[in-house]
């Protein structure tokens, strides 16, 4: 994903700035963009499962040294409906393991995003352009470096019971 965000400051869920490249490894780092808010109830149960998810495959790939521990085997980058920067910083700091996250002030990145995958909440349809909307929220996009969309990743983290990443997630 060093492509999509290579000149994009993330949100850490302390406040603090970071860069993808610095919690990624070429080559082994499966990106998931996920597409949620803090007032979304579906959202709720879902994060749950999808952080530990997070959890086992990272510490799963830090006990067997497939990754640097300063990287990740499976990264998440959060784009946000939320309604205002607090509430999303809330919910990010409260449910979120830690991920990065597109600012709340980057408005134009995290419509680009919505409108690239056809992802929002119905509520924000029309304000950030979605005419195709594929999903709501919750979901997560599994996407290459460039951000090519590998595939729609939401039932795999309903559907997983611990182990290693989805296979169709790892692209050959």
């Known amino acids: 994903m060093t492509d999509l965000f290579a000149n994009t400051d993330l949100t850490t869920r302390t406040g603090s700035s970071a860069k993808l490249s610095s ?3 070429d080559g082994t780092t499966v990106i998931g963009i996920f597409f ?4 979304c ?3 709720v149960p879902f994060v ?13 790939a830090e006990d067997e040294e497939e990754v640097p521990s300063s990287a990740k085997l499976l990264e998440i980058i959060f784009v946000s409906s939320d309604r205002d ?12 393991e830690d991920w990065l996250a597109v600012p709340f002030e ?5 419509s680009e995003l919505k409108r690239k995958y056809g992802t929002c909440a119905g ?3 029309v304000a950030v352009g979605v005419t195709d909307r594929r999903r709501g929220i919750p ?4 996407v290459d470096s460039a951000g090519n969309e590998i595939c729609d990743g939401t039932d795999d983290v309903d559907d997983y019971a611990g182990g290693a990443l989805p296979a169709r997630w790892v692209q050959m």
């Open 48 to 60: 749950a499962k999808l952080a530990t998810m997070y959890e086992e495959i990272n510490n799963d």
């Open 85 to 96: 920067e607090a509430s999303m910083m809330k919910y990010m700091k409260g449910k979120h």
């Open 123 to 125: 509520s924000e349809r």
């Open 23 to 25: 919690r990624t490894k």
């Open 139 to 142: 979901t997560l996009i599994v």
């Open 41 to 43: 109830p579906d959202c």
């Open 36 to 39: 949620s808010s803090s007032w």
């Open 106 to 110: 980057d408005v134009s990145l995290r």
